[in-house]
T-cell receptor
Framework: SQQGEEDPQALSIQEGENATMNCSYK?????LQWYRQNSGRGLVHLIL?????REKHSGRLRVTLDTSKKSSSLLITASRAADTASYFC??????????FGKGNQVVVIP | DGGITQSPKYLFRKEGQNVTLSCEQN?????MYWYRQDPGQGLRLIYY???????QKGDIAEGYSVSREKKESFPLTVTSAQKNPTAFYLC????????????FGNGTRLTVT
């Protein structure tokens, strides 16, 4: 199955700073999703961006998609301690099965 | 409140025993999924079901079995044939099979010794 690959793998920032993480994928997709996972919990869906969209916002989250470079970025603005989590991108793979990257661990220091 | 319930949160078993993980949803979703997560790893798909009474193998189905007799329920059995069953298991559902966000339960951490 196709997988997204997040970069950087781990990020540590001060509260109030912005956090940016990237995801690359290998084949053509019709959408890309971002999820958040707090430690020991299930994943929570953040944003779905379709292949015909270049940018999407949700609160303090901004997602971009560049299909020519097969990459997406997730920006968290004005980070808070509660944003400390792992962030995953996911893309439809073979048979439309959703494939997840390994995740990007973000630590926001109060 | 609608959601997905996984139980139990922690499960301990001896090697050689089969164990069944429960997953129930009241979201009226057609599709359900089981993923396995190992430390520092992404999610790997074990089994999925697009609709009641139907299910397909995912990428790592060996040593696992499922059933989907009711729309709300998608239990996962970890059999003794699974070589390395200790992991965090996540159940998810979505409104439909294609291009829909997944809703996850809070997982079951299985430890086999």
């Amino acid at each position: 199955s196709q997988q997204g690959e997040e970069d950087p793998q781990a990020l540590s920032i001060q509260e109030g700073e912005n956090a940016t993480m990237n995801c690359s994928y290998k084949t053509s997709i019709n959408n890309l999703q971002w999820y958040r996972q707090n430690s020991g919990r299930g994943l929570v869906h953040l944003i779905l961006i379709r292949s015909n969209e270049r940018e999407k916002h949700s609160g303090r989250l901004r997602v971009t998609l560049d299909t020519s470079k097969k990459s997406s970025s997730l920006l968290i603005t004005a980070s808070r301690a509660a944003d400390t989590a792992s962030y995953f991108c996911a893309t439809p793979g073979g048979n439309n099965r959703l494939a997840f990257g390994k995740g990007n661990q973000v630590v926001v220091i109060p | 409140d609608g959601g997905i319930t996984q139980s139990p949160k922690y499960l301990f078993r001896k090697e050689g025993q089969n164990v069944t993980l429960s997953c129930e949803q009241n979201l009226n979703h057609d599709a359900m999924y089981w993923y396995r997560q190992d430390p520092g790893q992404g999610l790997r798909l074990i089994y999925y079901s697009q609709i009641v009474n139907d299910f397909q193998k995912g990428d790592i189905a060996e040593g696992y079995s499922v059933s989907r007799e009711k729309k709300e329920s998608f239990p996962l059995t970890v059999t003794s044939a699974q070589k390395n069953p200790t992991a965090f298991y996540l159940c998810a559902s979505s409104i439909e099979w294609r291009n829909s966000p997944l809703h996850f339960g809070n997982g079951t951490r299985l430890t086999v010794t």
